[in-house]
Nanobody, 115 residues
Framework: EVQLVESGGGLVQPGGSLKLSCTGSGFDFGEARMNWFRHAPGKEREWVATILTDHSTAEADSVKGRFTISRDNAMNTVHLQMNSLESADTATYYC?????????WGQGTQVTVSS
């Protein structure tokens, strides 16, 4: 059974940092394309970042220069380092794996940016 478990969310002040992690099991993690999405109340779900199997990355314009996606295949984990956080970054963050032509989602972790 494929499972994705996110962690690292929480409450942070504007300008602060958080590092999210997503650990996968039940599939060949190194062969999966990994993504981070976020969903804020009243808004559409938004793609945040992608890391491919060759470790190449892409980030949404809204987070470029502030967020960094990385992966550790030995630990079956993808990270999202978030710096210079803004109130607009408040959302539930989800990781998604694309593996063997299927998409798999984690349960999400809440990030709240507030003073």
């Amino acid at each position: 059974e494929v499972q994705l478990v996110e962690s690292g969310g929480g409450l942070v002040q504007p300008g602060g940092s958080l590092k999210l992690s997503c650990t996968g099991s039940g599939f060949d993690f190194g062969e999966a394309r990994m993504n981070w999405f976020r969903h804020a109340p009243g808004k559409e779900r938004e793609w945040v970042a992608t890391i491919l199997t060759d470790h190449s990355t892409a980030e949404a314009d809204s987070v470029k220069g502030r967020f960094t996606i990385s992966r550790d295949n030995a630990m079956n984990t993808v990270h999202l380092q978030m710096n210079s956080l803004e109130s607009a970054d408040t959302a539930t963050y989800y990781c998604r794996a694309y593996y063997a032509k299927y998409y798999y989602w984690g349960q999400g972790t809440q990030v709240t940016v507030s003073s």
